[in-house]
């Protein structure tokens, strides 16, 4: 009944295996979303999706398959799904109460269920409304329209009333967290998480849980053991691009400052513009009286740390390759000169663009700083940042 679901999701990329599909099947056949649409998503994208990144393509796939079922007709319903005669005798066995299994065989088997409700179809010649047998509307018969009945087929609706079968699937929820699309701070979250090396460092101020039972156990009386907090020992050093070009990237590098702030408990920054010169700032309203020299920098940070790089590299080539070709102040030395140095200070070091990697290639600029840095320039997508913080580990 499922394969095209099946094939579906593997087309748009959703990694589903074979087990996580018997496993689906398994919760089907055991019954635990009968007649819920929204209970059969649910369980669906539970059972299959095994990263968030992926609820996106899930979401449209789901929907390619089975968009247009509310509005389908019965004959096409059994033409497009075989459903196994055996299977709907066990389903009536266990939702139909003795009576209504009576009935059924007074009508001639099972198989008249169906034929049934076409009967019902032709029989009606006019709207009809209230009641619990035709198909009509605010009743409470199973086949009908702006009524209610909790196990109900919905014809010639066009929103649900009592979202009892809502298409969640065409909400798309997660539909940010797309490997493609840019990020929002708590996506970015998700992204820097995987970069991360537990260590546990300072004061016993947490309980071990684990190690209070144990020591309990032994002793013979409560004995209250601690440890220091688990925290992210990586270490961070973020270099962001501040001004001009950048001011429509704003709100994105800002998220991404959050986001780091949050995850990294050893973290430092600096401002500069455009490319890394002699100085670099803290403070973007004192940049011209209170700067850092770089050089300072290199020499504080050990090799520990991880170097991020935030910047569009949009600018003159002259900024990059040429003595004096900064466009705000004269640089003794290159642009090019001073990223290497940072590069070869802190070796495992990534370059974060927000511009789409689409829009790289038309600017000379872009593709300078992508050749100093070796290829390990990503765009400020999931996906990007992902591959950005494997390379950094």
């Known amino acids: ?51 968030e990144r992926h609820l996106d393509r899930f979401d ?3 929907a390619a398959t089975f968009e247009g079922l509310e509005h389908i007709s019965i004959d096409d319903v059994l033409e497009a799904v075989d459903i196994p005669a055996d299977w709907l005798e066990k389903m009536a066995e266990k939702h139909l109460s003795a009576e209504e299994k009576a009935e059924i065989e007074a009508l001639g088997g099972f198989d008249k269920l169906m034929e049934t409700l076409k009967e019902r179809l032709k029989e009606q010649e006019n709207r009809h409304q209230g009641g619990s047998k035709w198909i009509g509307t605010a009743g409470t018969s199973p086949f009908g329209a702006y009524g209610y009945n909790p196990e109900g087929v919905r014809i010639g609706q066009d929103k649900s009333r009592h979202q009892r079968a809502v298409k969640v699937w065409d909400r798309r929820d997660f539909k940010n967290l797309d490997d493609s699309v840019e ?6 979250k998700v992204a820097l998480k995987r970069l991360r090396n537990w260590a546990r460092d300072g004061a016993h101020d947490e309980l071990d849980l684990d190690g209070t039972i144990r020591a309990t156990a032994e002793n013979g009386y409560l004995d209250v053991k601690t440890r220091p907090e688990r925290r992210n020992a990586v270490k961070i050093l973020l270099f962001l691009d501040a001004g001009g070009s950048m001011d429509p990237h704003i709100k994105i590098v800002e998220e991404l400052f959050s986001a780091a702030r949050a995850e990294f408990k050893h973290m430092e920054y600096y401002y500069f513009h455009n490319c890394l010169y002699e100085g670099v700032w803290k403070d973007n309203n004192r940049r011209w009286n209170h700067q850092i020299p770089t050089a300072e920098v290199l020499r504080t940070y050990g090799q520990d740390y991880k170097c991020i790089f935030v910047g569009d590299a949009s600018m003159s080539p002259y900024e990059i390759a040429y003595r004096g070709g900064a466009n705000e102040h004269w640089n003794e030395e290159t642009g090019e000169t001073w990223l290497r140095r940072a590069r070869e200070q802190w070796p495992q070091n990534i370059w974060i663009n927000p511009l789409p990697e689409a829009h790289w290639q038309h600017t000379q600029s872009v593709a300078m700083i992508a050749k100093i840095f070796e290829d390990t320039m990503v765009p400020m997508t999931l996906e990007g940042i992902t591959r950005g913080m494997r390379s950094l580990t």
């Open 1 to 51: 009944m499922f394969l095209r679901f099946f094939e579906s999701l593997r087309s748009a990329q959703v990694p589903v295996s074979m087990r996580e599909f018997l496993a689906f099947l398994e919760g089907m056949k055991r019954g635990l979303v009968t007649y819920d649409v929204e209970g059969f998503y649910y369980l669906a994208r539970t059972a299959m999706v095994k990263d």
């Open 60 to 62: 449209r796939a789901f």
């Open 183 to 188: 990020l929002g701070t708590r996506n970015i």
